[in-house]
């Protein structure tokens, strides 16, 4: 148990809200049923979009900093349809976790799954978007939702080799098999899109290769790498 809290600390680091965030800001949205916090952008007032992105963020960003960043309203307006952003168990806002290690994991993606149910009942076309660790919570939600389509922004192949990467075989002994991104590939029953940036200082692109070739050889799959593009999603709209 040590040793999986003091992995969460790393995969999920929960980074604080400032000080000036109420528990119930303005824009924020909760979903009717299971009361999950989440922000909203629309398309246009009159009417819901055709197609909903549901996001889910990177470990160090949380719904507060893509409130601050107008990153949802950004990515609403170039994809042309609604978008959501759904968060995890003990980041700013949401509810805490209540386990460690991989039965966190288990808990974070239940609880993203009734969120994405709950989702479809307005919308028949619903993508998951996910941005480094949103990427392995998009793809584990694979195995019990079925999603029209995915995209996935700076992915790992796996926690074992990020963690290897950073801290060598103890690190991977940590992890063990926490977020296994190629295992999960052959849940996926959509077209994917995955965009990785060449400059990206956290995720090399090769483990968005490594994923790529991992998908089912039938399924329509593109991968596009972005010159200049580093890891954060802000970088997506430096000129």
């Given at each position: 148990?040590?040793?999986?809290?003091?992995?969460?600390?790393?995969?999920?680091?929960?980074?604080?809200?400032?000080?000036?965030?109420?528990?119930?800001?303005?824009?924020?949205?909760?979903?009717?049923?299971?009361?999950?916090?989440?922000?909203?952008?629309?398309?246009?007032?009159?009417?819901?979009?055709?197609?909903?992105?549901?996001?889910?963020?990177?470990?160090?960003?949380?719904?507060?900093?893509?409130?601050?960043?107008?990153l949802l309203q950004r990515f609403?307006?170039?994809?042309?349809?609604?978008?959501?952003?759904?968060?995890?168990?003990?980041?700013?806002?949401?509810?805490p976790a209540r386990a460690h290690?991989?039965?966190?994991?288990?808990?974070?993606?239940?609880?993203?799954?009734?969120?994405?149910?709950?989702?479809?009942?307005?919308?028949?076309?619903?993508?998951?978007?996910?941005?480094?660790?949103?990427?392995?919570?998009?793809?584990?939600?694979?195995?019990?939702?079925?999603?029209?389509?995915?995209?996935?922004?700076?992915?790992?192949?796996?926690?074992?080799?990020?963690?290897?990467?950073?801290?060598?075989?103890?690190?991977?002994?940590?992890?063990?098999?926490?977020?296994?991104?190629?295992?999960?590939?052959c849940h996926v029953r959509c077209?994917?899109?995955?965009?990785?940036?060449?400059?990206?200082?956290?995720?090399?692109?090769?483990?968005?290769?490594?994923?790529?070739?991992?998908?089912?050889?039938?399924?329509?799959?593109?991968?596009?790498?972005?010159?200049?593009?580093?890891?954060?999603?802000?970088?997506?709209?430096?000129?």
């Open positions: 148990m040590i040793v999986d809290a003091a992995v969460d600390r790393v995969v999920y680091p929960g980074p604080p809200a400032p000080a000036s965030y109420t528990s119930s800001p303005a824009w924020l949205r909760r979903l009717q049923q299971s009361k999950q916090p989440c922000c909203f952008a629309a398309c246009t007032e009159s009417k819901p979009s055709e197609r909903l992105y549901v996001f889910m963020h990177g470990n160090a960003d949380c719904l507060v900093s893509w409130q601050r960043t107008g609403s307006k170039d994809l042309g349809c609604d978008c959501m952003l759904l968060s995890y168990p003990g980041y700013p806002l949401c509810a290690g991989a039965a966190r994991d288990a808990e974070t993606v239940s609880k993203l799954v009734l969120a994405l149910q709950e989702a479809q009942r307005r919308y028949n076309n619903v993508w998951l978007a996910g941005h480094s660790i949103g990427c392995a919570m998009a793809l584990a939600c694979c195995a019990h939702f079925r999603a029209s389509g995915l995209l996935l922004m700076s992915p790992f192949d796996s926690l074992r080799n990020m963690a290897a990467r950073e801290y060598g075989s103890v690190g991977a002994w940590a992890v063990g098999q926490r977020f296994n991104n190629v295992a999960a590939a077209p994917v899109i995955i965009i990785h940036g060449s400059n990206d200082e956290v995720v090399p692109e090769q483990h968005s290769l490594r994923l790529f070739k991992a998908l089912p050889t039938n399924a329509l799959k593109h991968r596009f790498i972005v010159a200049g593009m580093g890891h954060a999603l802000a970088s997506m709209y430096v000129p």
